[in-house]
């Protein structure tokens, strides 16, 4: 007889958790510490990855002289910062909506829902037709309505590509986001809902002031991850725009791989110093968010 | 009565978000059975007569017979495998049986890991792959897939294994249940609705992945779908018409399966969105 808990089952533990610790140490932890290494050197791919020790340099050129980072860094930011504000009340609008018992609610939460479905690449090429200057359906629908005159070469230009691209990103996860709210306002218990309604709160006081507090740890959830999935927002651009024109989609991610691997320095010493920044600004800002936007204490139900 | 006049006035902002939603697809869809030159013609006519043929000449002539089996290939590998491996540590985190001292704070390193960004081991990956000679390899980057699913997969069946209550498991092991035929016989079946939805949210992921496929492939004949479409844009810009046929070729799999499974595909790509 075999007594359990008599001792720690040691074997069973390292057949288990073996092959995760062995693939996590050695291609998750010891990558993210060779990129933090690197990060202090030039490493010269032409020259059979000849290191070269340069400490700070690379962090000291990035922070005080690289223009096109900046621009980079600032572009992922206004991504990070906009989309959410963006598409998280839009998704609660159409939440809302589908919840106000709209026929055929089904039909449109499956049809919402499929641009999430698709490959950056995808997305990209079927948006590079809608933004068309001659035939995209972008310029088309402005014709029709008379607005003919704001028709124009969405991407062509630095002011108003970077706002196309986080259009192109709404459209795909306005539905994403949609569903999960939906779910969480179908959790919300209709006791809550029913005891405003008896206390004489019309419908749109009922949603304001109960349903969306109700809603708020969700709500957090969504606005970090969609913060944090815009800070990496890498696919997009390569395939739309590749950071242009004149840097005005340019992101941070985008330029770690031009700088790697475009760039005629042939070094992946400074990419990995600019993805250590990202990293540490990254990890900061969502750890900072989550504080924040958590603060007021969630509601229990 | 006002209150389903206020249902129906309501469905004019649904339709024009499902307009605004499904629009493009649907344009495409219609390029992908009409000839470029019919296209340029009128951008938006219906495909009539639909040109059907233009999916085999894609398949054939176009490569997409070679980037779809790319694509399913590390697909479904990655996915065997993140399942497996996953659902072991899930398994072995989520149990108290297995507890040890750095069990929790080795689970929550992995955990803090979905939030790192590729470019922190993206050039790192590569030159190790490049010094273990799996650059430009299905296998390479089958790896780094299974590697990058890890830590979610293992997040999401660690809660479901910990749910399951004790008593079946004292039960199986009195009737000498060892432990690996515990997870295998008695809680991998269990868990099989929480693995398929893994199994969903990685198989997305890993079928539309684009940018560790563009660093660590160069070789156009193990090119996935997502890698293709980004070179043909390029090399055949003006052929809208079949580069429509290859999106619809790259997205109908996947969409069609949605149809079918739909309310799985929702529970398997929001599944990461829930609780965080």
């Known amino acids: 007889m075999r007594r359990p808990r008599a001792r720690r089952p040691w074997g069973a533990i390292a057949i288990f958790l073996g092959p995760t610790v062995v693939l996590y140490a050695a291609f998750t932890i010891y990558p993210v510490l060779v990129t933090f290494y690197n990060s202090l050197h030039t490493l010269r791919m032409d020259l059979g990855m000849l ?7 690379h962090f000291r050129e990035i922070l005080t002289s690289d223009d096109v980072f900046w621009k980079a860094a600032r572009n992922s930011l206004v991504w990070a910062v906009v989309a959410p504000i963006v598409d998280i009340p839009l998704a609660l609008l159409l939440a809302l909506t589908l919840h106000a018992r709209v026929p055929f609610a089904r039909v449109f939460r499956t049809v919402w829902f499929t641009p999430v479905l698709m490959s950056y690449p995808v997305v990209g090429v079927i948006w590079l037709w809608v933004y068309n200057y001659d035939w995209g359906i972008a310029n088309l629908v402005l014709r029709a309505v008379g607005l003919g005159a704001y028709a124009q070469a969405w991407l062509a230009s630095p002011l108003t590509a970077l706002p196309a691209l986080i259009l192109v990103t709404t459209w795909m996860f306005a539905g994403f986001n949609m569903v999960v709210l939906l779910a969480a306002i179908h959790a919300i ?23 969306v507090p109700l809603l708020r740890p969700t709500i957090v959830n969504l606005v970090i991850l969609d913060f944090i999935g815009k800070m990496k927002q890498f696919a997009l651009v390569w395939v739309m725009t590749r950071g242009g024109p004149m840097w005005g989609t340019e992101t941070v991610a985008t330029y770690v791989v031009k700088r790697a ?14 993805a250590v920044i990202w990293f540490v600004i990254i990890f900061g800002l969502s750890l900072g968010l989550t504080r924040v936007l958590q603060r007021r204490e969630a509601l229990e139900f | 009565m006002p209150r389903r006049l206020a249902r129906v006035l309501l469905l004019l902002p649904v339709l024009a978000y499902t307009a605004f939603s499904a629009g493009p697809y649907i344009w495409t869809a219609m390029m992908s059975l009409r000839t470029t030159e019919e296209i340029y013609r009128s951008h938006y006519a219906p495909p009539i007569p639909a040109h059907w043929a233009k999916f085999a000449t894609a398949w054939n002539e176009f490569g997409y017979a070679t980037y779809f089996k790319n694509s399913l290939i590390v697909a479904v590998a990655s996915v065997l495998i993140v399942s497996l491996i996953g659902a072991m540590a899930g398994f072995a985190f989520g149990r108290r049986r297995y507890h040890f001292p750095l069990r929790e704070p080795l689970f929550l390193l992995i955990f803090l890991s979905i939030m790192f960004p590729p470019q922190i081991m993206l050039l790192s990956l590569f030159q190790i792959l490049v010094q273990y000679r799996l650059f430009n390899s299905l296998a390479g980057l089958t790896l780094v897939y299974v590697v990058t699913e890890l830590p979610l997969t293992i997040y999401l069946l660690r809660a479901f294994f910990a749910q399951i209550p004790t008593e079946l498991e004292e039960a199986a092991r009195i009737d000498g249940c060892s432990d690996w035929a515990m997870f295998w016989r008695v809680m991998f079946p269990m868990a099989l609705p929480a693995v398929a939805t893994t199994v969903i949210l990685n198989f997305i992921y890993f079928w539309n992945e684009f940018l560790y496929a563009v660093v660590f492939i160069t070789q156009q004949k193990i090119r996935t779908l997502p890698l293709a479409i980004q070179f043909l844009v390029s090399d055949q810009y003006q052929d809208i018409g079949m580069l429509a046929t290859g999106l619809m070729i790259a997205t109908l799999p996947v969409l069609v399966l949605y149809l079918f499974l739909s309310e799985w595909f929702v529970k398997g790509m929001t599944a990461g969105a829930i609780k965080g």
């Open chain 1, 51 to 57: 290191y070269e020790y340069v400490g700070l340099e």
């Open chain 1, 189 to 211: 218990p209709s006791d809550y809902l029913e005891a405003a309604s008896i206390d004489g709160a019309r419908a749109w006081q009922r949603t304001l002031r109960i349903m």
């Open chain 1, 261 to 274: 691997f475009e760039w005629k320095t042939l070094d992946l010493g400074y990419p990995s110093a600019i």
